[in-house]
């Protein structure tokens, strides 16, 4: 800086200190809770997003002791519409302050925040908050399983990126957590994974597969063998290809390598088999009796696959079952059909019922961005009919999951996650720190919304 300069600045009274932000927090304003993936636009275009404490540390110099207009935007809140239709507040931002900025639910579910990535408390950091919280190495999770095992949770996530680099694992990344492992069922909330890593402390891959392509795991489960031992197990795919597998097969964890090791390829791409044949195991895992009294391993929602809930059985292809479900599903009200393009399920106790979560495939106004609720008599259904729970304009939450080990199912709580994306949509914006991320939501059960899917 010339000394002209700093005695211009001087001269005109201008602080050469730096700002100390004002704490802009956003709250649901049914409940007072924070809302995280809150954008805030000035009217010079700068843009500021909500962290999962729900809090943008405002820090514009040429704003400070000014009426400033922030137009807000969130996927399924909104704040009031003036005489333009501009949806927004005017605020007046002071140094050190503190602005608190309500919106209105517009949606059944209630956002509690993103999962992973980098930066989850980083706007309430700066305003000297959450000093304590310790960032993961990791800035992007693609594709969420979870399954109990050895008295704990254990994640695992598709394609991740790194500070390093995008995409700087391919071969899945992994983490373990406490049972339960939410820190809180209202925002802020995160949890706190114990990633696996290399010798640097860097987060690594841990299922590694000769050949060409990232290693996707889907069908996580812990199953007991013959002896009563426990293993852990997924299936996997080699993907040479954009979205297309070369290979599919079983994998077993290997607790003293803390790897996955293979322990059969049952598909091979060739000219005589494109795809592979159904039923095999895929998607989410759910340990359930069906409609026959009998126990058995469910996968994929709604679920297409089943077999014995043993390690053997899970090995043995002659034991795999194919399960017939609908290609769509009614909604309440009688519109379009819903058409599934993920889903999960699992039980809840408060309703005594089975409950599904679907990622709508060709929706509106989101083509991938639109996530219903159904309930069902059983695993293999009947199902529905179906109510919309949470929306995302122009963008994509993909691989939806219930996040059933998180919650007592005896209570009215059902949580899910999903990949919030732009892929998939014509949006050239990627929302800074969420983007290409886990988001978790909380449904109220008991909430009088959802009972058009309760028949109540």
């Known amino acids: 800086m010339t000394q002209t300069l700093l005695f211009w600045m001087a001269a005109s009274g201008l602080a050469l200190a730096q700002v100390k932000p004002c704490k802009v927090t956003v709250i649901d304003a049914e409940n007072g809770w924070p809302v995280p993936l809150v954008e ?4 010079g275009n700068v843009t500021f997003w909500t962290d999962n404490a729900g809090v943008v ?8 002791g000014v009426a400033t207009w922030l137009e807000v935007f969130s996927h399924g809140y909104e704040a009031p519409a003036d ?14 302050g503190n602005v608190t900025i309500r919106v209105e639910r517009k949606q059944i579910a209630k956002r509690l925040g993103r999962l992973t990535g980098a930066g989850l408390f980083a706007e309430a950091q700066k305003c000297g908050e959450f000093g304590e919280w310790q960032e993961s190495g990791i800035t992007g999770s693609d594709t969420v399983r979870v399954a109990p095992y050895e ?17 700087g694992i391919f071969e899945t990344s992994g983490a373990m957590s406490g049972v339960g492992g939410l820190i809180s069922m209202e925002p802020p909330t995160a949890i706190r994974y114990d990633y696996f890593r290399n010798k640097e402390g860097t987060p690594r891959a841990i299922s590694p597969v000769p050949g060409k392509g990232p290693t ?11 002896n009563g031992r426990e293993h852990l197990v997924a299936t996997y795919a080699k993907i040479p290809e954009m979205l297309a597998p070369g290979e599919m097969g079983l994998m077993e964890w290997n607790t003293s390598k803390k790897e996955f090791e293979t322990v059969l390829k049952f598909w091979e791409r060739s000219e005589d088999q494109k795809s592979p044949p159904k039923p095999y195991p895929d998607g989410h895992a759910i340990l359930a009796k069906g409609p026959d009294g009998k126990d058995w391993l469910y996968m994929n929602g ?9 390690f053997e059985a899970w090995k043995d292809r002659s034991t795999w079952q194919e ?28 309703r005594k019922r089975w409950i599904m979560i679907v990622q709508q495939k060709f929706g509106k106004p989101s083509v991938f961005g639109e996530v219903w609720y159904l309930e069902g008599e059983s695993p293999e259904g009947p199902w529905g009919p179906a109510v919309k729970v949470a929306t995302h304009e122009n963008y994509t939450f993909y691989n939806v999951m219930i996040d059933w080990p998180l919650y007592d199912s005896a209570e009215p709580v059902l949580l899910f996650e999903g ?15 969420y983007e290409y991320n886990q988001v978790l939501y909380r449904l109220d059960l008991d909430d009088p919304a959802l009972r058009g899917a309760q028949g109540k």
């Open 419 to 433: 990949t919030y994306t732009h892929t998939f949509t014509d949006n050239p914006e990627k929302t800074p720190r």
């Open 302 to 310: 709604p679920p297409d696959f089943k077999c014995p809930p043993t």
């Open 83 to 96: 005489g333009f239709g501009n949806r927004g507040v005017r605020v007046t931002p002071e140094p050190g």
């Open 216 to 226: 996707w795991l889907s069908a996580l489960v812990a199953l007991p063998d013959r």
């Open 151 to 167: 008295k704990g949770l254990f994640w695992l996530w598709g394609d991740t990126n790194l500070p390093s680099y995008p995409l």
């Open 57 to 64: 540390a405002f820090d514009l110099p040429e704003h400070m």
């Open 323 to 350: 399960v017939s479900q609908p290609a769509s599903f009614e909604t309440v009200g009688g519109g379009e059909p819903l058409t599934v393009a993920s889903a999960s399920i699992a039980w809840s106790e408060y």
């Open 40 to 43: 805030l636009r000035t009217t």
